[in-house]
């Protein structure tokens, strides 16, 4: 049964449980469904899980980028009353964490990143010059998993929606322009907060030499490869992801 989404003002979310908050942050194309193990399973675990859905599409266009992601999410815990959280980004979800970290590192307990932008990553494409070719969209977004059957029915016909929408193409490649603006190299050696690299030896979308770039420029980092996996190892391998981070939050006293 999907979670209930609330709304309350500017912002739609799930939540569920009691403790350290988790604040999950999706991609790009991405939606809360792409969570929904985790959603499940830490709850269970003495955590409680918040996925807000991000104004990727609802910003003025002069707005739409990480920064104004990022005032989103500080504005977003500020309402909740959360002083202290965890942030889990995936693709330009991890971007945000990062760039989150980067101005309000007080506001940050530890931070998980799987297949996350902030140096380099490999979109399904800067102009999307086939985006009405089921078949071309199709193989773009298999190329995201290892196992080509995640890439369902349902997934392709939400990213057809998505990317033949006029207002939310053009939002998409003003955030996928801002990504490429606001790479981080240059500001990973300086966070000192706990962070958790969880990575897909088959991603196509940020390589592994991605992940291996960001442990080695990260100074309190940790990296951990999941086998046959893509992009986003949260939806396509959740029960290995899933222990790989409770071990870790237990190991980190998180």
């Given at each position: 049964?999907?979670?209930?989404?609330?709304?309350?003002?500017?912002?739609?979310?799930?939540?569920?449980?009691e403790?350290?908050?988790?604040?999950?942050?999706?991609?790009?194309?991405?939606?809360?469904?792409?969570?929904?193990?985790?959603?499940?399973?830490?709850?269970?675990?003495?955590?409680?899980?918040?996925?807000?859905?991000?104004?990727?599409?609802?910003?003025?266009?002069?707005?739409?980028?990480v920064?104004?992601?990022?005032?989103?999410?500080?504005?977003?815990?500020?309402?909740?009353?959360?002083?202290?959280?965890?942030?889990?980004g995936?693709?330009?979800?991890?971007?945000?964490?990062?760039?989150?970290?980067?101005?309000?590192?007080?506001?940050?307990?530890?931070?998980?990143?799987?297949?996350?932008?902030?140096?380099?990553?490999?979109?399904?494409?800067?102009?999307?010059?086939?985006?009405?070719?089921?078949?071309?969209?199709?193989?773009?977004?298999?190329?995201?998993?290892?196992?080509?059957?995640?890439?369902?029915?349902?997934?392709?016909?939400?990213?057809?929606?998505t990317?033949?929408?006029?207002g939310?193409?053009?939002?998409?490649?003003?955030?996928?322009?801002?990504?490429?603006?606001?790479?981080?190299?240059?500001?990973?050696?300086?966070?000192?907060?706990?962070?958790?690299?969880?990575?897909?030896?088959?991603?196509?979308?940020?390589?592994?030499?991605?992940?291996?770039?960001?442990?080695?420029?990260l100074?309190?980092?940790?990296?951990?490869w999941?086998?046959?996996?893509?992009?986003?190892?949260?939806?396509?391998?959740?029960?290995?992801?899933?222990?790989?981070?409770?071990?870790?939050?237990?190991?980190?006293?998180?």
């Amino acid at each position: 049964m999907k979670p209930k989404l609330i709304k309350d003002g500017e912002f739609s979310y799930w939540e569920s449980g009691e403790g350290q908050p988790i604040i999950i942050l999706h991609g790009l194309l991405g939606d809360l469904s792409n969570f929904d193990k985790v959603f499940e399973y830490f709850p269970k675990h003495g955590y409680k899980v918040i996925i807000p859905q991000l104004p990727l599409y609802t910003l003025p266009i002069i707005k739409t980028n990480v920064k104004n992601l990022v005032k989103y999410t500080k504005d977003f815990i500020n309402y909740r009353g959360f002083k202290e959280v965890v942030l889990f980004g995936n693709s330009l979800g991890g971007h945000v964490a990062l760039y989150f970290t980067k101005h309000y590192p007080e506001m940050v307990k530890a931070v998980v990143l799987a297949g996350s932008s902030g140096l380099y990553e490999n979109s399904l494409g800067s102009t999307y010059p086939k985006r009405s070719n089921r078949d071309y969209i199709r193989a773009k977004v298999e190329e995201v998993f290892y196992d080509p059957a995640i890439a369902t029915d349902e997934l392709v016909d939400y990213i057809m929606v998505t990317i033949n929408d006029r207002g939310k193409i053009i939002r998409t490649l003003a955030l996928a322009k801002s990504a490429i603006r606001h790479n981080m190299s240059g500001d990973l050696p300086d966070m000192n907060v706990p962070i958790c690299l969880i990575w897909g030896k088959n991603d196509k979308v940020t390589p592994p030499d991605v992940a291996d770039e960001f442990y080695k420029l990260l100074p309190d980092s940790d990296l951990f490869w999941i086998d046959k996996c893509g992009h986003a190892p949260m939806m396509e391998r959740p029960e290995i992801f899933n222990e790989i981070l409770l071990a870790w939050f237990k190991k980190r006293k998180i």
